[in-house]
């Protein structure tokens, strides 16, 4: 576990290879880590490029591995988004928070529009990414072809507990901040 600037969570490299890479199989267009590409290098060491580095030459050299077996800019955005939700869960965790809302982004699929303002525990979030099967993002088919929804964004409340109303615990911390 390690921290980044202003104590945010950055992941670590035994987080991508143990939690974000098996989080790939829940997507159908993407090639499984263990297949080779063109020249017999195997997909997860451009998958690890995407995910370790922000540098654009090593960008395009794993995007290059992947052109012709899958839609390399969609597998570097949902590498790129289980990094970023992954993160802002743990955070929180390590923050001292328990519970998320669901809050609305620009882009989201109609199923995610029904769960917006929904509580879920962020131990629930984050034991669905260590299962393969995060909660977002998550693969979607639009017109008969694989694509992926980025999910909801999440507000979390450090003073909200299982059990806790949502609305009352916002009227509270409303009156005590006065």
């Not at 869960?89 to 390590?94: E, G, N, P």
């Not at 509580?119 to 639009?142: C, N």
Request: charged residues 25%; proline residues 4%; contains cysteine.
């Amino acid at each position: 576990m390690t921290e980044g600037r202003g104590g945010r969570y950055r992941i670590s490299d035994d987080d991508i290879e143990s939690i974000i890479i098996p989080s790939l199989g829940s997507f159908l267009f993407i090639p499984p880590p263990a297949a080779t590409g063109f020249g017999g290098m195997e997909f997860i060491h451009s998958y690890m490029r995407l995910l370790s580095s922000d540098e654009y030459r090593d960008h395009a050299e794993a995007k290059d591995r992947l052109i012709g077996h899958c839609d390399a800019m969609a597998v570097m955005n949902v590498i790129r988004s289980l990094k970023r939700h992954y993160e802002w869960l743990m955070t929180a965790k390590i923050e001292g928070g328990t519970l998320a809302t669901l809050s609305e982004t620009r882009r989201h699929c109609r199923s995610c529009s029904t769960r917006v303002g929904e509580v879920i525990e962020i131990d629930y979030l984050l034991a669905k990414f260590q299962s393969g099967r995060p909660e977002f993002p998550h693969e979607i088919y639009v017109e008969e072809s694989a694509a992926f929804c980025e999910g909801l964004y999440y507000r979390f409340n450090m003073l909200l507990r299982p059990g806790d109303d949502p609305n009352f615990t916002n009227v509270w911390k409303g009156i005590s901040d006065e």
